[in-house]
């Protein structure tokens, strides 16, 4: 499978570039799915996606591909207007996806590799991590969205000859990043005191090169096919951990104070940021052993060669 054709959708996001560079280093042949044409950075056939949802055309472009990486999607940062609204993220994240499965089982794909998100397990982890085998309990409208497209693409790959392939991320940070993580490098360059020095909790993470390291690998490992795989660092931080490992690659000392974690979570409950207050002091955990042990895969960069490489790109855009 070296030489196969590699549709990437969301070739132009965060992730898409990523990868995109990842694979033309490597040498393989890919079609870069983006939403328009401008000053392309790697090589490969581009074009613009435009819609993705029950009614897009695949057709062209899937001529010849074997391996589909799928990770255009709605996703919750784009959504901030209507963050509940089910019926438009199943417009694009399980219509629109089921729709590129049907299609590129009829163009011949052997495999399709899902970019889904750990919010099928659920927001939070109590005493263990989550785990691939744990019964799904999304929260919101985005993370039902994903997994109901795993559940369809389950659906495709038993009735017809598809190798479907499931990832599961937590957050993903790392040069480029945008939304809340962006948010929180700013707040750390700006360092002023913050209430969080008692906070305990531990939160998995992935780097941006992590996360394309394990997709490479799925795009041929015969273990992929059929499995639903959690992804991360490998070792887990506590929300003052990483303030604390941000500032230092900012050149900055962290003001951590030490108010009791009870006492913010009644101030965010008063103030109607009680869902802020579980980002930052609530636990997030994945269990990535089962990733490990089935594909022979390690996480080529620890959390502070990501987090070193992220405050980096911060500083050079001023």
Not at 30 to 59: E, Y
Not at 176 to 198: D, E, M, Y
Not at 276 to 285: H, K, N, P, V, Y
Request: some cysteine; hydrophobic content about 40%; glycine content about 6%.
């Amino acid at each position: 499978m070296r030489n196969d054709l590699i549709l990437i959708t969301g070739a132009d996001g965060f992730i898409g570039q990523a990868l995109a560079r990842r694979l033309a280093d490597d040498n393989r042949r890919l079609v870069q799915v983006v939403r328009k044409l401008d000053n392309p950075a790697c090589p490969g056939i581009f074009s613009p996606s435009g819609t993705i949802d029950a009614h897009t055309d695949w057709g062209d472009l899937l001529a010849g591909v074997k391996v589909v990486v799928h990770l255009a999607a709605r996703t919750h940062a784009l959504a901030e207007k209507k963050p509940d609204d089910l019926e438009a993220f199943r417009e694009v994240n399980v219509a629109g996806t089921l729709n590129l499965a049907r299609q590129a089982v009829k163009a011949g794909v052997k495999r399709f590799i899902y970019l889904s998100s750990i919010k099928v397990n659920g927001e939070q982890t109590g005493t263990r991590p989550f785990r691939a085998a744990d019964p799904p309990a999304p929260v919101n409208a985005y993370g039902r969205s994903k997994f109901e497209a795993e559940q369809g693409l389950d659906d495709i790959a038993r009735q017809k000859d598809l190798e479907v392939v499931i990832i599961r991320p937590p957050l993903v940070y790392g040069p480029g990043v945008k939304a809340n993580f962006l948010r929180l490098l700013n707040l750390v360059r700006q360092n002023p005191p913050l209430p969080l020095g008692l906070v305990k909790n531990q939160r998995s993470m992935v780097y941006l090169e992590n996360l394309v390291d394990l997709i490479a690998y799925c795009l041929s490992h015969p273990a992929a096919p059929g499995e639903i795989f959690l992804v991360s660092d490998g070792r887990d931080l506590s929300t003052p951990q990483l303030f604390e490992q941000l500032a230092v690659n900012l050149n900055q000392k962290a003001r951590l104070l030490p108010v009791p974690v009870t006492l913010l979570r009644l101030a965010a409950k008063l103030l109607g940021r009680a869902s802020d207050f579980d980002r930052l002091c609530g636990s997030l955990q994945v269990d990535i052993s089962r990733t490990q042990r089935l594909l022979d895969w390690q996480p080529p960069f620890t959390p502070e060669e990501g987090l070193w490489q992220t405050a980096r790109w911060l500083q050079g855009k001023k």
